[in-house]
């Protein structure tokens, strides 16, 4: 092991309570310290905005912050892309806070994809200005779904910065902005925070949002220059373009100091004694292994963040580490909890000035605490699960580290029982060395872009440069056809009696929705994407809201209703269902030999025939049959077909191909995010000895969104990536015949059977051979 530094003795101390063999820990690197690169004031910026910085302990820009703020004020478009509490957002503060004082009509809005950032944002922002006379004017203001009509009103008329989000932009701004004439004929600056986030279909939905903002600013006279900011993006001058598509430098070089890192990888052991589906061996859970390292980290006095991926696994692990504490130091139970969204906010101010101020010294929370939230300067981070992409995680690693003392810090992954978390920790190069993934969003899906033509065009007639820019000839003439939008000579408005915006739910997916119920309070839960439904909100299903479970007792889908009860039982829920998929059209393919791989258009049936329940340790308590409808889902795949002999070849005999390519397309599923930033959720498979249209041993991988979301074009573009990556993780898992952290699947709609790991590994070499061969 390196040097001893903080977090390598940490390490120490903690592994020597494990008696695991071989050890948990499967990688250890340590990034050392860096010190601050500093740059003069530009000669631009106010000399109030100077001073006002100068009493809030900044007393000279890192260059950075200066170079981003300069692109942005000479009018070009920035994404500046470095690390958690780089000082990101004095970057785009200067350039606001000097324009909206220079110039006392100009105005900027701030977009963050969450509201609790957003509410962190412009209490920073009042900070830096408060009692300042020259700022008297600025009145920023927040302009949300929780904002008050009273203060909506008084926001529209005075506010000069509005903080909002893209859904707010859509619903609230946008399709009332004649009433905002004044704000965008003046807006100079949009921020876009955190602009990783913007991906998938919510990311594909904000950039027409964002096309639209542009064209309605423009109309009405302004001319706003965009500033995104993201701790993590590949390509941010390429992401930035995509989602406003317009050109976009960017700043990438972080010149903040930073403490030592140590970063460590972390597997937990199989459970003896636990039995999974099919007989496959069960880890010990990402969440009771994270308590016992947080109740570990806050004995060693570590101030440490836990991050799970759900509510639930929050409360238990905080739950659980005060049970650990309990036994051995009953004096720091108290000085645990758990943070997540679904708080009400006072309590969760309340929680993060505890942590800020060491009161607390454990808190297990989702990633509500991962985006902005100005906390930093803990000594220990524990990443329970990967959260599914690397900008993810260095994000969440970010919150340990500068500040306080020497600023050192120690990162832990612990690994899930996941084919992508088993990849990881097994190949530290790919999760800490890799450049992270770079956003997938896909605005020319037609079923997104049709909805967002028919909202520009409701708030400003369509021109036909607007029509080509947006590459939507074809949607428009579909919308002119169906009657929803009218030709007249300076463009295309929308037909008498159509108001799309209430149509569209940028967070939600494509199509209509199902309204959840809590049926004993008749309390509206949310909503969940009409396609999606009958997976997850099917009878019996576990649902959690705001860290609450219910069970659904019902599913209506003639009404869209999804009646559930409160109830906490310990089990989980996860629907089984068939698969058939016709190809619809070739959009692309390549031959490799035997191999052949293709990007197409298919429609995909869908039937849930049932769900399992399972426990929370992972042991299946049972599985209950269901009899729902099928459904069709129009959607773009990935596949690949091999030739029988080829796989006969490698020793996969033909009684063995369904479960070889089975396991193989399982694993790919679960590598997926490797190379788009999806989660495995988003997308699915089906494999098959003999697919009708090929009639070929055939593996699809599709995205499960009406018109895709461009998961499936990425994989095709990364195949040779993905498949070598799958390969790898298959064969490094040290069970013997396939288990859920490689072969088997969460949501299997076969009951994970047959799969041959085996096969898998021979089937993945050879794709990954074949295609390196001939690429
Ligand atoms: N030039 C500077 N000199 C000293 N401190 C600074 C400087 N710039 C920013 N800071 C401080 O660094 C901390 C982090 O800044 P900030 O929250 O803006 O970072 P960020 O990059 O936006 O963070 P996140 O990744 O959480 O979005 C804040 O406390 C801020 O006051």
């Known amino acids: 092991m390196q040097n001893s530094t903080f977090g390598t003795e940490l390490l120490h101390r903690t592994l020597a309570g494990t008696k695991q063999n071989p050890g948990p820990l499967t990688h250890v ?40 703020a300069d692109l942005a004020t000479s009018g070009q478009h920035v994404a500046l892309s470095t690390g958690t509490a780089s000082g990101k957002s004095l970057a785009y503060q200067l350039p606001i806070l000097t324009a909206l004082i220079n110039d006392p009509n100009s105005t900027a809005l701030y977009l963050s994809p969450t509201k609790a950032l957003g509410a962190d944002q412009i209490r920073a922002v009042a900070t830096t200005i408060a009692g300042r006379r020259a700022f008297n004017h600025l009145q920023p203001c927040a302009y949300d779904g929780d904002t008050e009509p009273e203060i909506r009103q008084w926001a529209r008329a005075h506010s000069r910065w509005i903080f909002t989000n893209p859904d707010m932009l859509h619903i609230g701004i946008l399709s009332s902005h004649a009433r905002w004439r004044h704000f965008f004929r003046h807006l100079r600056y949009i921020v876009i925070d955190e602009s990783h986030h913007y991906r998938g279909v919510f990311g594909s939905h904000t950039a027409m949002v964002l096309r639209r903002l542009l064209r309605i600013s423009r109309s009405a006279g302004g001319n706003p220059t965009v500033i995104a900011a993201s701790a993590t993006a590949a390509d941010p001058a390429g992401a930035l ?49 994270s308590a016992r390292l947080l109740a570990d980290f806050v004995i060693e006095g570590a101030r440490t963040l836990c991050f799970l991926r759900s509510r639930r696994g929050v409360e238990i692990t905080a739950r659980n580490a005060r049970a650990l504490l309990a036994g051995t130091a009953p004096e720091l139970m108290d000085r645990v909890a758990a943070y997540r969204a679904g708080y009400l906010a006072d309590d969760r101010r309340r929680l993060e000035r505890a942590i800020a101020d060491g009161e607390l010294v454990g808190v297990a929370t989702t990633n509500a605490l991962e985006l902005g939230v100005d906390i930093s300067g803990l000594d220990a981070v524990i990443v329970g699960g990967y959260p599914g992409t690397v900008a993810s995680f260095w994000q969440q690693a970010g919150r340990a580290g500068r500040q306080r003392d020497s600023g050192d810090s120690l990162v832990v992954l612990v690994a899930r029982d996941d084919p992508l978390d088993t990849y990881l920790v097994h190949h530290p190069a790919a999760l800490l060395d890799t450049p992270v993934e770079a956003t997938v969003t896909d605005p020319a899906n037609p079923y997104i872009l049709a909805p967002h033509l028919l909202c520009a065009a409701s708030e400003l007639p369509l021109t ?43 967070r939600g997916g494509i199509g209509g929705q199902v309204l959840i119920v809590d049926q004993t309070t008749s309390r509206l839960l949310g909503t969940v994407d009409a396609g999606r439904a009958m997976s997850t909100v099917h009878q019996g299903a576990l649902h959690i809201h705001q860290g609450e479970s219910y069970v659904v007792d019902e599913l209506d889908l003639v009404d869209g209703l999804a009646l559930a009860h ?60 269901l009899d729902m409808p099928p459904q069709t889902l129009s959607t773009r795949a990935v596949m690949y077909t091999l030739t ?49 249209d090929t009639g070929l041993p055939t593996v699809f991988v599709y995205d499960g969104y009406m018109g895709g979301a461009g998961f499936a074009d990425r994989g095709y573009e ?18 013997e015949t396939g288990c859920p952290s490689c072969v088997q699947s969460p949501k299997c709609g076969n009951g994970n059977d047959p799969l041959d790991k085996d096969g898998a590994v021979k089937v993945l070499s050879l794709l990954s051979r074949q295609y390196l061969i001939d690429a």
């Open 29 to 68: 690197s340590v990034i050392p310290s860096r010190s601050a690169t500093f740059a003069e004031w530009p000669d631009w910026v106010a000399d109030e905005v100077r001073m006002a910085l100068a009493d809030n302990g900044i007393d000279r820009p890192w260059r950075h912050q200066v170079e981003a």
């Open 241 to 289: 373009t995509r989602l406003i598509g317009e050109p976009a430098v960017a700043v990438t070089e972080d010149t903040s100091p930073r403490g030592e890192r140590t970063v460590a990888l972390w597997e937990p052991d199989f459970l003896p004694s636990v039995v999974g589906e099919n007989g496959a061996p069960v880890r010990r859970s990402a969440g009771a292994e």
């Open 464 to 506: 036909p440069a607007e029509v080509e820019r947006w590459d939507a000839a074809g949607a428009v003439d579909d919308l002119v056809a169906e009657g929803l939008l009218k030709r007249r000579k300076a463009g295309w408005y929308v037909a008498a009696g159509v108001e799309p915006h209430g149509d569209i739910d940028i």
């Open 566 to 625: 409160p109830e906490e039982p310990d089990w989980t829920t996860s629907a089984r269902e068939t698969t058939d998929v016709t190809i619809t059209r070739i959009l692309d393919e390549q031959r490799h030999g035997p191999l052949t791989t293709a990007l197409v258009e298919v429609d995909v049936t869908h039937q849930v025939v049932g769900y399992l329940r399972t426990l929370i340790s992972g042991e299946v308590l049972d599985a209950v049959e």
């Open 644 to 692: 029988p002999e080829a796989l006969e070849g490698v020793g996969v005999t033909v009684g063995r191909f369904p479960g070889a390519l089975h396991a193989a397309e399982h694993a790919a599923i679960g590598m997926m995010p490797l190379v788009a930033t999806c989660d495995r959720w988003d997308i699915g498979g089906l494999s098959t000895n003999l697919h009708p």
């Open 718 to 735: 990364a195949f040779g990536t993905w498949v070598a990556a799958t390969r790898d993780a298959v064969a490094d898992c040290r069970c």
